[in-house]
Structures are given as structure tokens and as C-alpha cells.
């Protein structure tokens, strides 16, 4: 029973740490937004509003939304509460990836959800939603040093993983909570 509680005790320790490094407060939202306008991040490519993923955006309802959170008590509460736990030191140092990445923060203006629906992601003035994503330099090459440890061939791949965000669709007056799919990491795969 005892190793039970444990295993279940380590695994909401590592469920709330993982919900909680996902989180970003607003003040280092506004550190990654100067440092991104300041050119020190290199940018990544992304791929036009086509496919579901766009910063900027012509047709972004900035009053609708600064209107939405302005006479929300709630949604204030809800961005005055994100915080960001650095959980970076806990793991020791660390090794040489065999796929290298990059890791960046993002803060979306429109995003296709899960069920392919186009949204508007809240994010305006102090009430941000950064998403900090690692994402694979060159997912079509093959694992550095793969070849060699695993006498077969080797690729990088792109994963991805679900996150909640706040968001506002297009015909809607409501803000509610969404679920998108986003670049969560970038791993080695034999192939």
C-alpha cells in the first residue's frame, strides 16, 4: 500500500509541477516580449494563419476582447494568478540533446483548436498568455550521433501536446477556455 501512495504521491507532484511550468506571469511575458521586439530572440519561422497559427492578425477584435476582460472580475483574477515556477535546477546538468531545438515565447493572436475551429487567443495589453515552445530546428534530419549509438537510421520529430488558453470565437461574446494543439518537444526516433 505504502509503495502505491508514493508512486500516486510522485505523480501528482509531477502533474502540478508540469501545470505549473507551463504558466508565465506577466512580468516575465513582458521580459520575452522586449526581448523578442529587441531582436536578442532568433525568430521561428511560422507557418501563415492557413494553417492555424498566427501572432499577428489583421482582423484580431482588440476592443471586443479589452471590453471582455475590463468588465470581467474573473478573467482579471484569472491572469493576476499565472505564475511561473522555475523547476529548470531541479533535474542536474544538462546533457547534449540529439536533436537540437528551440525554445521560445509565444503569444498568439488566433489559433485553430482541436476541433479545427479558428480562434482568437486573449491577449492584450497586461493581460497576456504566453506559450513557451520548444520546437525541433530541423525535424527532418537524422538524431546527432543517432546513427552511430544505434547502428540505424535515425530522425528528429516534432510532439505536441494540448494546452488551455483562453480564447474568444469569432461569432462569440463569451471568452471561455479552449483547447489547442502546440509544439511541446522535439525527440530522436529510430526509424
Request: hydrophobic fraction near 30%; include cysteine.
Amino acid at each position: 500500500m505504502m509503495k502505491y501512495t508514493r508512486v500516486l504521491f510522485l505523480a501528482i507532484v509531477a502533474t502540478q509541477s508540469f501545470r505549473y511550468s507551463t504558466q508565465i506571469s506577466t512580468h516575465d511575458m513582458h521580459k520575452a516580449r522586449n526581448r523578442r521586439s529587441s531582436g536578442l530572440n532568433k525568430q521561428i519561422e511560422l507557418k501563415d494563419c492557413g494553417y492555424g497559427v498566427c501572432q499577428e492578425v489583421n482582423d484580431y477584435p482588440e476592443e471586443k476582447i479589452a471590453n471582455l476582460v475590463e468588465k470581467s472580475d474573473l478573467l482579471k483574477k484569472y491572469f493576476a494568478s499565472q505564475i511561473k515556477v522555475d523547476i529548470s535546477g531541479r533535474s542536474g546538468t544538462p546533457g547534449k540533446t540529439l536533436c537540437p531545438t528551440m525554445t521560445q515565447t509565444y503569444f498568439y493572436k488566433k489559433l485553430n483548436n482541436t476541433r479545427d475551429t479558428e480562434m482568437y487567443i486573449v491577449n492584450h495589453g497586461d493581460y497576456q498568455q504566453g506559450v513557451v515552445l520548444e520546437t525541433c530546428v530541423d525535424d527532418s534530419s537524422s538524431c546527432s550521433s543517432g546513427d552511430t549509438l544505434f547502428d540505424e537510421k535515425t530522425k528528429c520529430e516534432q510532439r505536441y501536446s494540448s494546452r488551455v488558453l483562453l480564447a474568444l470565437g469569432k461569432h462569440s461574446d463569451q471568452a471561455e477556455f479552449d483547447t489547442f494543439k502546440l509544439p511541446s518537444c522535439c525527440v530522436c526516433l529510430i526509424v
